[in-house]
């Protein structure tokens, strides 16, 4: 058996124990006094972009004004943006993870 955060669904699982790990970081539920509609219409997102996918995200996106989105990882590279904490994104209407 071994210790997972979350199954693979593409392999054979059945010796897989899921645990709820790191739940401060990961199951924090965030009381928003702001109204909806009060929001920007936009969608926001800051993270690490080492892997393809978000880099190919960030490439698509980062231009596009419907979007504040930023890599945090690399000042040098394309699409960095500095940090934004969480009441600052909940500014936002729209606020992606990627996984």
């Known amino acids: 058996p071994s210790v997972v955060k979350s199954r693979p669904l593409n392999c054979d699982n ?5 645990l709820k790990l790191d739940s401060a970081r990961h199951f924090k539920f965030i009381k928003d006094p702001k109204v909806f509609l009060s929001k920007k219409n936009r969608l926001v997102w800051r993270g690490a972009a080492w892997q ?45 993870c990627i996984n």
Do not use: W
């Open 14 to 18: 059945t010796n897989s124990v899921l």
């Open 52 to 96: 393809k996918n978000r880099k190919d995200f960030l490439e698509q996106h980062f231009f596009n004004p419907l979007c504040d989105v930023a890599q945090v990882n690399s000042p040098e590279d394309l699409a960095y943006g500095e940090r934004m904490s969480i009441e600052e994104q909940l500014n936002y209407k729209f606020i992606l």
